[in-house]
Every structure is written in C-alpha cells, then in structure tokens.
C-alpha cells in the first residue's frame, strides 16, 4: 500500500492549508491513520490520528486550529489547517497502521508559514 500526501505550501500567518493523504488501496486496511510532522532540528511528532471506528486525537499544540477526517469513498485522509502559526512550518507525513500493525508512511509535504 502506497501513501500519497499532497497540498504542502508557502503560507502567511494566520493562513490556512489542506493536506491529503491517499492510500493506493482501501482505508478500511488500516485501524489507525494520522499526520505527524518533522520541524529542523526536531524529532517527528504526532499531529492528528483518526481510527477506523472515528476516534480523532490532536496535539494540544494544534487542537482548536487542526481538524483531522477521512474520506472512505476515496480512500483519503484530511488535515484541515487554519490559524496557521509559524512554528506550524514542517514537514509533514502521513502514517497508517493496519489492522495486524504493520506501518507505512507517506513521503512528507513541507508547510512553510511566514511570519
């Protein structure tokens, strides 16, 4: 199964971007999808998850701001991005984990936000 994010950008602050990620094959392979991002000089961290039954986790550093949903007809997942602040700029991955745990990650879309 191969992740496809897309809908990286450059953005002022305060902008707003979507970011998608769609698998090659049917969502419903995967208990658990979710973006996670990469910043310079920082580990990758969790963003956004949403489960197959619909349970949505965020950072605290994004809740308010990010909303995470999933498409099932089109094998999609969503990050919705508003309020975007510059410490938002990262590279961001998409993740899926199927149902007997295997992971897979998409190539990362980088989000740049200018101050």
């Known amino acids: 199964v191969q992740l496809q994010a897309s809908g990286g950008g450059l953005v002022q602050a305060g902008g707003s971007l979507r970011l998608s990620c769609a698998a090659s094959?049917?969502?419903?392979?995967?208990?658990?999808m979710g973006w996670y991002r990469e910043a310079p000089g920082k580990q990758r961290e969790s963003v956004a998850g949403?489960?197959?039954?619909?349970?949505?986790t965020y950072a605290n550093s994004v809740l308010g701001r990010f909303t995470i949903s999933r498409d099932n007809t089109k094998n999609t997942v969503y990050l919705n991005m508003n309020s975007l602040k510059p410490e938002d700029t990262a590279a961001y991955y998409c993740?899926?984990?199927?149902?007997?745990?295997?992971?897979?990650w998409g190539q990362g879309t980088l989000v740049t936000v200018s101050s």
């Open positions: 094959g049917s969502i419903f392979s995967f208990n658990d």
């Open positions: 949403i489960t197959s039954g619909g349970s949505i």
């Open positions: 993740r899926a984990v199927t149902w007997r745990g295997d992971v897979n």
